[in-house]
């Protein structure tokens, strides 16, 4: 696919082989529509009144006008709210009112359409064709295990690229610093090095992390926990055992650009857990509002794949990990800004 008139510099293109989630399959009731951005591009996302999420542009062949803001027809179909035409999820225009019914449709049209999935409590698309996809939508298996429950957080929009989101959330030398008002412990700031485990394929990076944290809701603690991170290339974590015992706390931040980042989360519980959902969204707001903050101004926007523009120290090991599979993978460094749309040139060296 081209994306012409995206502003592009190789990150979107590499970006878009990936699937992202768009949004929160409980915000896309059947019959319901609504608006998503992925990587500069203007989605329309419904669910026709079977209960399947579908995903096309949000631009209306005839006239630009965005389809999301219209409806879902009877027939399923997202309706353009300016002159009717409806279009089914496969993009096809099926109707033109101003045609009336026996003059045939142009194909020209037809609108593009995009492959859709929906996993653990959220719609997923992937921009390219399967023959240009580089990895299957990510899956994370306890959600459909039978042994869980999910909450699928809120979602916050941090004006930040991807990649800074994903290292922050792995980051685990700055729990004791920035978070000592929630579950950080101000006594353990001094910190060995992590260890981190490279799958073979090199798409999975996993580390654990023992960890004496406070109870966010009461302040009790500290409490010897072991947070155990599970990152896949490049953009989803899972991480087990932060938001309590057997708990797995799943994040896919959505790049709607290439430097503003919609963050998608879920958590997943043992059966039998209480949790109090507005406590919980809560206590997670007020540890991800820091963070936003935080990496919202780290400088540069880019995350630095020369791992020598920024000092690594033992504790960084996740990141230096992170940062070199994304350069295995074709991510560029910043300031190799590419117009062609060429797939970015490997690691440097
Ligand atoms: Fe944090």
């Known amino acids: 696919m081209s994306f012409e008139g995206v502003r592009d510099d190789g990150f979107s293109t590499l970006a878009a082989r990936f ?4 949004a929160r399959a409980v915000d896309v009731a059947p019959g319901q529509v609504t608006m998503a951005t992925l990587l500069d591009r203007d989605l329309v996302v419904w669910r026709d009144h079977q209960g399947m999420a579908h995903v096309v542009d949000d631009l209306c062949s005839h006239r630009g006008t965005r389809l999301s803001a219209g409806d879902v027809a009877d027939d399923g179909c997202v309706r353009c709210p300016y002159h009717g035409w409806r279009f089914d999820g496969g993009g096809t ?15 020209q049209a037809d609108v593009i359409a995009f492959r859709t999935s929906e996993h653990a409590g959220l719609i997923w698309t992937c921009l390219v064709g399967e023959d ?21 957080g809120a979602t916050y ?51 654990d992390y ?30 087990t055992g932060a938001s309590g015992p057997g708990s797995v706390m799943c994040i896919a931040p959505s790049p709607m650009s290439a430097d503003r980042t919609r963050l998608f989360w879920v958590c997943a519980f043992p059966l039998g857990t209480d949790v109090d959902a507005d406590e919980y969204e809560e206590i997670e707001r007020r540890i991800w509002e820091p963070d936003r903050a ?3 101004g780290q400088r540069p926007d ?8 920024e000092l690594h120290l033992p504790f960084d090991r996740l990141a230096v990990a992170y940062r070199r599979g994304l350069a295995a993978l ?12 060429a797939p970015a040139p490997g690691p440097r060296g």
């Not at 699937?19 to 768009?22: A, D, K, T």
């Not at 225009?93 to 194909?107: A, H, V, Y």
């Open 19 to 22: 699937w992202h989630p768009v």
């Open 302 to 309: 880019r995350l630095p794949l020369d791992l020598l523009e």
């Open 93 to 107: 225009c099926t109707q033109i009112p101003q045609l009336g019914t026996s003059r045939p449709i142009p194909r």
């Open 294 to 296: 935080i990496v919202g």
């Open 157 to 207: 929009d941090w004006d930040a690229q991807v990649f800074r989101q994903v290292e922050n959330f792995c980051d685990v030398a700055h729990f004791s610093v920035l978070h000592v008002d929630t579950f950080g412990n101000a006594d353990l700031q001094e910190m060995d090095a992590i260890h981190v485990d490279v799958s073979d394929d090199g798409w999975h990076l996993s580390f």
């Open 210 to 239: 023992p960890y004496a944290s406070f109870n966010p809701s009461d302040g009790s603690g500290p409490f010897d926990m072991v947070f155990e991170y599970r990152l896949e290339l490049p953009f989803t974590v899972a991480l």
């Open 132 to 152: 240009e996809e580089l990895r299957p939508r990510p899956t994370w298996d306890v959600t459909e295990a039978g042994t869980h429950w999910l909450h699928v």
């Open 330 to 341: 074709g991510f560029t460094v910043p300031g190799a800004r590419r117009v062609d749309g």
